[in-house]
């Protein structure tokens, strides 16, 4: 017996060695391969080891956070922890695939819908990713038009804070996006030069008591609440880079206050840009970042996408899944 529990540890750490896509091959031979490869200690290993580089996660494919927190014995025995399906579902190849194997009616309908005009869709951009990089997100999307290209300047909607901007992705696909900021351009460049923190004037702080108990929560101002109620969906520009301090409850309450669901449907796209100034930057996993904010607390689709303001780079793969959703939606 001790033998053959010294064969099963050598075969693991032999099998470590293969990728997941090897591994799921290898199972594919013979009932006896099917039932190796499926070791759940070898797929947490897997799971633990590969997340912090995916650049993308949503609201099907998020991970429960408890994998993290918890030793190995405190949840093999739970049929939760299928490390192995946890680990398909999750990653961005795995998503990809199930994507791209989608029923025929489903590409049929997505061909008819493309021979509908539909009107431009309209997003709200928001977010603390969109003041506090070294490098301009909005910036570089209105002067890259290789990438994005620019069909509409900036108008002012909202008195000092907002602007609206038109886009046309690959060519084929018109959208607007309102861009929120915090404060008005001088009191924020105020604040970057003094390294503070300026005053968010998007919203109001309302207090109410629950049992014996103040609770604090966010609303937003009338002129954004008024943007809100037209949007198709929101964007949110999270600062993703490590060197950096986050208050992510403070985040979450204010996005919850923008999606709050008098404002418009409760089921409107949400695209979290999870974002650095540059490559050279440490950043927070998309997936850490998700679970900081507390994504697995919302009722509406979302997607959070890796991007570097600098390049635009993972900027594409977000608006391609927020317009997708969008057209969805309207259809």
């Not at 032999?14 to 391969?33: A, E, N």
Request: glycine share 4%; with cysteine; hydrophobic share 40%.
């Amino acid at each position: 017996a001790a033998l053959n529990g010294f064969q099963i540890d050598v075969q693991l750490r032999i099998m470590s060695f293969l990728s997941p896509q090897d591994l799921c091959r290898l199972g594919s031979t013979s009932c006896y391969w099917r039932a190796a490869v499926q070791d759940p200690l070898l797929w947490r290993y897997f799971l633990l080891r590969d997340l912090p580089s995916w650049t993308s996660v949503d609201w099907k494919s998020l991970p429960d956070e408890e994998i993290f927190h918890k030793a190995f014995s405190e949840v093999s025995d739970n049929a939760l922890y299928d490390y192995m399906a946890v680990y398909k579902r999750s990653c961005p190849q795995g998503r990809r695939s199930l994507k791209s194997s989608r029923p025929l009616y489903g590409a049929v309908t997505s061909f008819l819908q493309s021979l509908v005009t539909q009107a431009e869709p309209r997003f709200a951009m928001f977010g603390p990713g969109l003041e506090e990089l070294d490098n301009s997100l909005v910036q570089k999307m209105m002067t890259c038009p290789e990438i994005l290209v620019v069909t509409g300047l900036p108008h002012r909607q909202i008195h000092g804070i907002g602007s609206g901007v038109s886009f046309h992705f690959n060519n084929s696909q018109k959208f607007n996006v309102v861009v929120l900021y915090s404060t008005t351009s001088v009191e924020r460049r105020r604040a970057r030069e003094e390294q503070a923190v300026a005053v968010n004037k998007m919203f109001y702080q309302e207090n109410s008591t629950v049992g014996n108990q103040q609770a604090t929560h966010y609303s937003v101002i009338a002129q954004v609440k008024k943007v809100c109620k037209v949007v198709d969906g929101f964007i949110y520009v999270a600062n993703a880079e490590a060197h950096r301090e986050h208050d992510r409850q403070e985040e979450l309450a204010r996005i919850l206050a923008m999606i709050d669901p008098a404002l418009g449907p409760p089921n409107r796209p949400l695209l979290f840009l999870s974002c650095v100034s540059h490559t050279g930057v440490r950043r927070i996993p998309c997936v850490y970042v998700a679970h900081q904010l507390q994504l697995n607390l919302l009722h509406q689709p979302w997607m959070m996408q890796d991007v570097v303001a600098a390049t635009l780079d993972g900027l594409l793969n977000g608006i391609e899944w927020l317009l997708e959703e969008a057209n969805c939606k309207s259809a």
